[in-house]
């Protein structure tokens, strides 16, 4: 009896994933196009494959969604996020003037992601707001950072140097986490 009980409320639980899974990757997005609301403040747009983010303030924060084990125990495979360009293909991120922060997990996983432009504006970049951004190149930490969360670019595997200036919280980081500095001219 107990047996079936705890098969039952295991089937039931993962429906709900599975749905709640379709529900936050599919509200009525169109393929490598779109456009939307991302803060307060704050818009994106995407283009042939660029991610413009624009506005004024701070970014939202998203989070990860796992997989579940059978027994309900998450699996440490994440399958994506809950941000609104989560199964776009994004081959550059552009931030503009204005942005303050990049939000928690803000483009985590998505491995095709060659470029990111951040303007002076931004202050703070969320933990693992590029986690999973393989094939990431080229980025530029601005001296206006003064705050880096936790695993921000892990497993950024072709992130082999950044571009900070000398004397900055990003050139610290970068040290710190055995990232390869080039220095802004």
């Keep these: 009896m107990k047996t079936r009980k705890f098969a039952l409320i295991a089937c039931l639980l993962c429906a709900v994933l599975l749905a709640l899974f379709f529900v936050l990757h599919d509200k009525g997005r169109a393929p490598s196009a779109g456009e939307g609301s991302c803060g307060k403040n704050l818009s994106w747009k995407l283009e042939q494959g660029t991610l413009t983010i624009s506005g004024t303030g701070s970014m939202d924060n998203y989070s990860e969604i796992h997989r579940t084990k059978y027994g309900g125990q998450p699996d440490s495979a994440s399958i994506g996020t809950n941000s609104p ?40 970049i969320g933990t693992l707001a590029f986690h999973n951004c393989a094939a990431l190149k080229d980025l530029n930490l601005p001296d206006s950072v003064e705050r880096i969360g936790k695993d921000a670019f892990q497993n950024c595997l072709d992130l082999k140097s950044v571009t900070v200036g000398r004397g900055s919280y990003a050139e610290q980081y970068c040290k710190e986490n055995g990232m390869e500095c080039r220095y802004e001219e």
């Design 85 to 124: 360009w989560d199964l776009e293909d994004i081959k550059h991120v552009v931030v503009q003037d204005g942005v303050t922060s990049i939000g928690y997990c803000a483009f985590s996983g998505h491995p095709e992601l060659l470029s990111v432009r951040l303007p002076d504006t931004v202050t703070q």
